[in-house]
Protein backbone atom coordinates (compact mmCIF):
# COMPACT_ATOMS: atom_id res chain seq x y z
CA UNK A 1 0.00 0.00 0.00
CA UNK A 2 2.98 1.93 0.94
CA UNK A 3 4.71 1.76 -2.30
CA UNK A 4 1.22 2.32 -4.26
CA UNK A 5 1.24 5.47 -2.47
CA UNK A 6 4.42 6.16 -3.67
CA UNK A 7 3.70 5.64 -7.25
CA UNK A 8 0.52 7.99 -7.23
CA UNK A 9 2.87 10.80 -5.76
CA UNK A 10 5.40 10.56 -8.53
CA UNK A 11 3.08 10.19 -10.98
CA UNK A 12 1.11 13.42 -9.83
CA UNK A 13 4.25 15.50 -9.51
CA UNK A 14 5.16 14.40 -13.11
CA UNK A 15 2.08 14.82 -15.02
CA UNK A 16 1.54 18.44 -12.93
CA UNK A 17 5.28 19.45 -13.97
CA UNK A 18 4.48 18.31 -17.72
CA UNK A 19 1.19 20.36 -17.28
CA UNK A 20 2.92 23.21 -15.95
CA UNK A 21 5.01 23.25 -18.72
CA UNK A 22 2.99 22.91 -21.12
CA UNK A 23 0.35 25.75 -20.01
CA UNK A 24 4.26 27.91 -19.81
CA UNK A 25 4.33 26.83 -23.39
CA UNK A 26 1.40 27.49 -24.87
CA UNK A 27 1.23 30.53 -23.13
CA UNK A 28 4.14 32.22 -24.45
CA UNK A 29 3.87 30.53 -28.18
CA UNK A 30 0.25 30.63 -28.97
CA UNK A 31 -1.76 33.24 -28.56
CA UNK A 32 -4.83 31.97 -30.59
CA UNK A 33 -7.61 31.05 -27.21
CA UNK A 34 -8.13 27.53 -29.68
CA UNK A 35 -5.19 26.08 -29.13
CA UNK A 36 -5.96 25.72 -25.32
CA UNK A 37 -9.18 24.85 -25.48
CA UNK A 38 -7.63 21.85 -27.58
CA UNK A 39 -4.68 20.83 -25.74
CA UNK A 40 -6.06 21.24 -21.83
CA UNK A 41 -9.93 22.18 -22.64
CA UNK A 42 -9.65 25.11 -21.00
CA UNK A 43 -9.88 28.87 -21.45
CA UNK A 44 -7.23 30.18 -20.24
CA UNK A 45 -3.39 28.73 -20.20
CA UNK A 46 -3.12 30.31 -16.38
CA UNK A 47 -5.78 28.03 -15.78
CA UNK A 48 -3.44 25.26 -17.12
CA UNK A 49 -0.66 26.34 -14.27
CA UNK A 50 -3.00 26.58 -11.60
CA UNK A 51 -4.38 22.79 -12.22
CA UNK A 52 -0.97 21.95 -12.77
CA UNK A 53 0.19 23.39 -9.27
CA UNK A 54 -2.32 21.66 -7.78
CA UNK A 55 -1.41 18.17 -9.27
CA UNK A 56 2.13 19.12 -7.91
CA UNK A 57 0.77 19.91 -4.41
CA UNK A 58 -1.67 16.77 -4.02
CA UNK A 59 1.52 14.46 -4.90
CA UNK A 60 3.39 16.04 -2.65
CA UNK A 61 0.22 15.29 0.20
CA UNK A 62 0.57 11.71 -0.90
CA UNK A 63 4.52 11.56 -0.48
CA UNK A 64 4.46 12.88 3.32
CA UNK A 65 1.44 10.35 3.86
CA UNK A 66 3.59 7.65 2.54
CA UNK A 67 6.35 8.62 4.42
CA UNK A 68 3.90 8.36 7.54
CA UNK A 69 2.91 5.46 6.82
CA UNK A 70 6.14 3.99 6.19
CA UNK A 71 7.62 5.29 9.21
CA UNK A 72 4.66 4.18 11.31
CA UNK A 73 4.77 0.66 10.11
CA UNK A 74 8.13 0.66 10.73
CA UNK A 75 8.32 1.27 14.53
CA UNK A 76 5.49 -0.84 14.40
CA UNK A 77 8.03 -4.32 13.40
CA UNK A 78 10.50 -2.81 15.74
CA UNK A 79 8.66 -2.38 19.22
Known sequence: MI???RI???A???MGGMRVGMGILVAQAYEDRAELAQYFGIATSGEAIDKGLMW???G???GLLALIAS???EKSTRG
Open 56 to 58: IAT
Open 8 to 10: ISW
Open 3 to 5: LTG
Open 71 to 73: NSS
Open 60 to 62: VAF
Open 12 to 14: LII
